[in-house]
């Protein structure tokens, strides 16, 4: 894996708003969609990111409340 210091700038928003999304998901609002744009964030970039962070937050709340046991060879 990569050190931080070395992803693009581009990279690097997609992957911090992918963290604040996670912890923070109201904190989200429209300057911070005009700073992936600046970096470099395509929309379809901003969509596809916030999808996936939402995918797997709702997987995880599914199997987080139905008690599923991590796979044994995991």
């Not at 916030?50 to 199997?63: P, S």
């Amino acid at each position: 894996m990569a050190p931080l210091e070395s992803i693009s700038n581009r990279a690097r928003a997609l992957c911090e708003h992918a963290d604040r999304l996670t912890r923070l998901p109201a904190s989200i609002g429209q300057t911070d969609i005009d700073a992936l744009r600046q970096a470099g964030c395509s929309d379809t970039a901003i969509v596809e990111v916030t999808q996936v962070v939402g995918l797997f937050a709702y997987y995880n709340r599914i199997a987080e409340g139905l008690g599923a046991a991590p796979e044994p060879d995991w």
